[in-house]
């Protein structure tokens, strides 16, 4: 065999190995690495993830809060109930009756007064201003009101009537009426006149003299016709002022009684009907009468209780029934004057009131003017009321023990999540607590029949730990109190959550030392939660 | 002077067998299989003892290649009862090291010529590269598997997390000098072209997970530059388009030099693959620096919010949390540097047909050194084959046993070589495996004295 020959075997040989060997590898990976059988795996990671954090302080609360909140200089929370009720205004509290004033006069023409010329009469009337017994107007400044005139008179020549009250002024003007009275050929001739005495000062008793009369001066002037002369004339005056209102009124008002209807306060901080512990050391009842009537005024309270569940209590008073409220004087007319009655626990039972826990709290009276019957100078104008803000003020100092507070919702957890693939489920819950009052919580899982079937805790654990409150008598806290609680759930566990119909929330919470310690709450506390979740997980994929 | 080369040979040892435990890319037995004029490709400096040549086109020299130091194949995966193949995940964090790597460079070279003129050999040659490094440590892998709970109050460092993914093109042109007896140097210059790139930069992650809360913390700095042409959108290239695309350029060259001693001992050095890619096409930049807290949500934002108002800012929080990473997308050109190699080579040729060989090989990939150490043997069985066998320890590895085959028959050559035969043969067992493969044609200095073939 030549050498090419041999060549040519070998390569061909050579070649055939190499096509050989590279095919059995290459079969022989796709067998060996299998990698066309993958088929997955199993993942069972443990994660630990923080799930949710949030700070609560005394500030939000307040701002959230629908009650009132009162800080007093050095933080010291307290909630404040209020109403306010407002009686009757000026104009509907003293009523100005309509007057009547009638009078006549006589007069005879000159004798022997040639055809055309004229005669003038001047006469001066007083007419008497009749008030309410025993009451006095002096002086009115009129909204609304009007002066009716109504003249008759047998004069058989044209004539006219020229009224002036100069106690009747409009911007300083006196009231002056020409009415005229022209002869139509037949007798009486009768004309009547409406004035609107909108904006009038009307002065009735000025200087000093208290008589209710008014002066009124009329001019008559008759021009002589051609007519005989049938003297003695006639002039009739029907007078009539009606249906005034007024800005202001002054005078003496007598005696009257405004009722103060039925008040009703709730108090919503003792509507929870758990189980509840506590003592109270401080409260107030703040009565503030703002009165803008210019009278002297008694206050009488005919029932002033709490009530809670049907149960009352009153409030006793060295205060109580009556007391008097302050009024404007004749210079600070338009404006009010206040009186506050404060109940406290040196003048009253209100401590005890508070520690019956009440849900609402009552009060009715009525209020009397001029209670001595002393004539005095009185005064109203149209806005003139009597107000009445009633603060029931309860600081957060005290004690308390809140034995249970539970809360149940309805779930369905069945189809939420997959939780055969959850091994296992550690909750912490994580506070720094200003508060000194701690909490504790029992989640329990329920089925339909409200028949207990896990819980998140062997028993009621506590979320947080009071912090310490300092000495009084701040009793502030000033070291926070850091506390972490772990919930740990098995997978076992978890597949209860399958079959819970009902969650069933329940707390307790006590001021520091098992709420037997009195403690302040202050505008500054606050608790920092989170909670935080290491989650054992095992999916095929 | 003998001591010298002991000295030198043992301190070179040392370094190996004590470095860091990461894999290099390697093809260390085929450096000794010098009748391979391919030889040139590790240094510049050898010139084939033919007076031309040309390879097969695109079959003159295929190499592929794959490495972990972390677990292997067969304990990343396992046989599940089933019969099929499923994730290992003990096994994946039973061997891992505190840092590990991944590598897979294939060649294929489509053209390659080389021809003696003189004094000088000049080679020319045009490859496609895919060259995968990714370094990244055990921490990554734990807390992928296995959660973060196992870290709770520490701080863990995810670094390192360095990826090195490039294709390129590579036309290269080589000149080597017989300077005289003794001496040998080589040039290697090349001109490169980027297909596709991702290469991260500055990658610095850090998870801290605190006591009870379990806030996490998180650390986040880095830059992930790609260049990825698009083949599905609106914009997308097609493969052909892909392949002759002539943008993302680069240079690059390699030089060598070989010393011989004397009648026995020869010395060889080269230093491959110094240069880099200019990527400026299909780029996109990922980046982030950022550290923050993550607390939870907070729960005071839901007070008093209805359900739809609550579904509203769920879907805010979820927009906030990933924007608390806050990686902005930018399209920024990037310069990769290619993965530096030395080859440090010591001969000793006790016959004419036989050479033993010693070869340290040092890899560059990010600021760390990936050493090797080979020993070879080299023997000519006759006219037509030659064969090599050589042992490399690399990465605290010590069973790697190699082969290689030449097989001429003039004017084809035909070469085979591994560096781990068992990794050809079970590859799902070993942490290394490569194979080099190619046809050439071959011209001896005598050739027009040699009979042709005889067809």
Known sequence: ?541 | MRKIYTYTLIILSLITLWSTKLMAQYDLGFYSMRAVPQTNLLNPAFIPDYKFHFGAPTISSTYTGFGTSGPKYDEILMITPGDSLGLNTNGILNNLESNNNVINRNTNQWLYGGMKWNDFYFSASASDITDVNVLYSDKIIQLALKGNSQFIGETIDLDPLDIKALHYREYALGVAWDVNEKLNIGIKTKALFGKSAIYTENVDLELSTSEKYYNLGIKSNFVINTSLPDFMGDSAINWVEYMQSDANFGLGFDIGATYKLNRLWNLSASILDIGYINYDRYLKTYTSNTEFTYKGIDATQFIGLDDEQIEDKMTEITDSLINLFDITESSEVFRVPLTAKIYLGVDYQFSDKETLGVLFRFEVFKNTVQPSFTASYYRDLGDNFKVSASYTIINHNYLNFGLGIIANFNPLQVYIATDNIIGVISPHTVNYGNIRFGINFIFQKDYKKLPMIEL
């Open chain 1, 1 to 541: 065999m030549s050498k090419s020959n041999m060549d040519i075997k070998y390569l061909l040989l050579s070649i055939l190995i190499g096509i050989i060997t590279l095919s059995t590898l290459d079969s022989c990976y796709k067998e060996r690495l299998k990698i066309h059988k993958f088929s997955g795996g199993s993942w069972n990671p443990e994660m630990a993830v923080p799930l949710f954090f949030g700070k609560l302080d005394m500030q939000m609360v307040v701002d959230k809060s629908e009650d009132y909140w009162y800080e007093d200089p050095n933080g010291l929370l307290s909630i404040v109930y209020r109403s306010e009720q407002i009686t009757q205004v000026g104009n509907n509290v003293i009523d100005i009756p309509n007057q009547q004033f009638d009078s006549t006069v006589s007069l005879l023409l000159p004798i022997g007064l040639p055809t055309g010329d004229s005669a003038l009469y001047l006469f001066q009337l007083n007419a008497e201003f009749a008030p309410p017994t025993n009451e006095r107007f002096d002086s009115i400044l009129i909204k609304e009101g009007d002066f009716i005139i109504e003249i008759s008179t047998n004069i058989n020549h044209d004539s006219y009537v020229d009224l002036i009250i100069p106690d009747f002024t409009r911007y300083g003007v006196p009231l002056k009426q020409k009415i005229d009275l022209p002869y139509s050929g037949s007798s009486p001739t009768t004309v009547t006149k409406t004035i609107s005495l909108a904006d009038y000062w009307v002065k009735i008793n000025t200087n000093g003299d208290i008589d209710n009369k008014i002066s009124e001066f009329i001019n008559v002037l008759i021009k002589k016709g051609n007519q005989a002369d049938n003297s003695p004339y006639s002039i009739s005056l029907s007078q009539e002022i009606k249906n005034i209102t007024y800005y202001q009124l002054f005078g003496y008002f007598d005696q009257y009684t405004v009722d103060i209807d039925l008040q009703k306060i709730d108090i919503s901080m003792f509507n929870h009907s758990a189980i509840f512990d506590a003592s109270l050391e401080e409260a107030m009842l703040k009565l503030n009468f703002s009165n803008s009537f210019g009278i002297p005024v008694d206050i009488t309270f005919d029932s002033l209780y709490v009530e809670k569940d049907g149960g009352t209590k009153d409030i006793t008073s060295n205060l109580l029934p009556t007391f008097s409220i302050n009024y404007p004087d004749i210079n600070n007319v338009g404006y009010s004057d206040s009186t506050i009655i404060i109940f406290n626990q040196d003048n009253s039972n209100i401590v005890d009131v508070i520690n019956f826990f009440p849900q609402k709290f009552f009060y009715s009276g009525s209020s009397t003017a001029n209670p001595l019957g002393d004539v005095i100078p009185n005064f109203v104008v149209d806005t003139s009321k009597i107000s009445i803000q009633t603060e029931v003020e309860i600081p957060l100092y005290g004690r308390y023990i809140v034995y249970e507070l539970t809360d149940t919702t309805s779930i369905n957890l069945e189809n939420e999540y997959n939780w055969e693939e959850i091994n296992s489920i550690d909750v912490n819950f994580n506070t720094v607590n200003h508060f000194p009052f701690d909490a504790s919580m029992q989640i329990y899982l329920t089925d339909t029949n409200y028949i207990v079937i896990d819980s998140l805790f062997s028993d009621i654990v506590p979320l947080t730990e009071a912090a310490i409150p300092g000495p009084p008598p701040e009793y502030r806290v000033s070291i926070p109190e850091y506390y972490t609680v772990t919930a740990s759930i098995t997978n076992q566990r978890l597949q209860n959550l399958k079959y819970a119909a009902h969650m069933i929330v329940s707390g307790k919470s006590s001021t520091y030392d098992s709420g037997t310690k009195v403690v302040k709450i202050y505008s500054d506390y606050s608790i920092d939660f989170q909670v935080s979740m290491k989650v054992n997980y095992n999916t095929d994929f």
